[in-house]
């Protein structure tokens, strides 16, 4: 009996000793594919396309195709963005049902996450000499990501003569090669509508491009930049635009003092009070605002709506 379980023991030992085997193999397997392709399967990279801030038209059936392309970061400067490599590449691939124009050449900015704010690094933007519907941004510089003022890669901007004749919902395949974390691919929908559809968006550019959305302010104060948005509208005329305030708190958007859209606040307490501009910037389509904290500590989200077009929304920190 003795002899016997010396020998069951030994087995089992020999038998462990294969098992703990064949575990460090495939561990060590899994960690050589992990470090050939990790990047990819650790992180799914995504982004979204939306409206560029001022254009009506971009992203119309039978238009060149001009909007954002918004990545996968919060847009709260505080939080950072991408830095990415000289030395990357971003390729943007548009389907087939979308028919490139030769004459206009693409262009591109790219963006911290705010409007009228550049990135300021060298880069080359061209058409793929192989492919008229992929748009090539090479990066000549390398780009930081350092909140709050710089914090990073969070949005491109892109103008190209690619137009789709038909509304409807399609893919733009983007890769990005050598950009370090930015490294990958992915797809992004885009639905193209009918026709253009009116525009709203912060407008930064009487404020020397600093970003009025993401505010801090203390409990009871004003808001240190005021807040200016831009209007866009399709096929018409610039009309005088002014803001009304309304019994609810919330502020009406008047064109020529017809009604065409709201600006409300959630979350947080904070007061809109409009301010009046000049006829100059009234039929530029610039209208301003100032936002008030309450008595709470939170965020407050504050949303400009246009009837039968965009909406956009800004935020406050009252602290």
């Known amino acids: 009996m003795e002899l016997l379980d010396q020998l069951t023991s030994t087995k089992r030992a020999r038998a462990g000793t294969r098992g703990s085997r064949l575990r460090l193999t ?20 995504s982004a979204t396309v939306e409206y560029q801030p001022m254009v009506a038209n971009g992203l119309a059936a039978s238009q060149p195709f001009e909007a954002w392309i918004v990545l996968d970061k919060p847009l709260d400067p505080s939080k ?12 943007f691939t548009f389907p087939k049902t979308f028919r490139p124009l030769p004459q206009i050449k693409p262009e591109a900015v790219l963006l911290y996450g705010w409007p009228q704010k550049a990135i300021p690094v060298k880069f080359d933007v ?10 090539v941004i090479s990066l000549l510089q390398p780009l930081e990501a350092a909140p709050p003022d710089r914090p990073g890669l969070k949005a491109i901007h892109l103008r190209t003569g690619e137009v789709n004749p038909r509304e409807g919902q399609y893919p733009i395949e983007i890769q990005f090669n050598n950009a370090g974390e930015l ?17 709203v968006a912060a407008y930064n550019q009487l404020h020397d491009s600093r970003n009025e959305n993401w505010q801090h302010v203390k409990r009871g104060e004003t ?11 399709p096929r018409e005329a610039r009309s005088s635009f002014s803001l009304h ?6 502020l009406e958007i008047l064109s020529d003092e017809r009604p065409m859209g709201t600006i409300t606040a959630s979350g947080v307490s904070v007061t809109l009070k409009p301010e009046s501009f000049g006829p100059g910037f009234a039929r530029l389509g610039i209208v301003r605002f100032r936002a008030t904290a309450g008595a709470m500590a939170g965020t407050a989200e504050i949303t400009a709506r246009l009837t039968g077009g ?8 009252v602290e």
């Not at 885009?190 to 026709?195: E, N």
């Not at 305030?245 to 919330?250: K, L, N, T, V």
């Open 223 to 233: 808001a240190p930049i005021p807040i200016d948005l831009l209007i866009t509208l």
């Open 245 to 250: 305030s309304r019994s609810d708190g919330s």
């Open 183 to 199: 490294s990958g691919t992915t797809t992004a929908m885009v639905s193209i509508t009918k026709g253009a559809v009116p525009n």
């Open 80 to 91: 950072p963005g991408y830095a990415v490599p000289a030395g990357a590449k971003m390729r």
């Open 26 to 45: 495939v561990s060590c397997a899994l960690m050589v594919v992990f470090c050939l392709i990790g990047p990819e399967i650790a992180r799914a990279l």
């Open 126 to 135: 061209a058409l793929d000499p192989k492919d008229s519907r992929t748009i």
């Open 310 to 317: 965009a909406s956009y929304t800004l935020h406050l920190i």
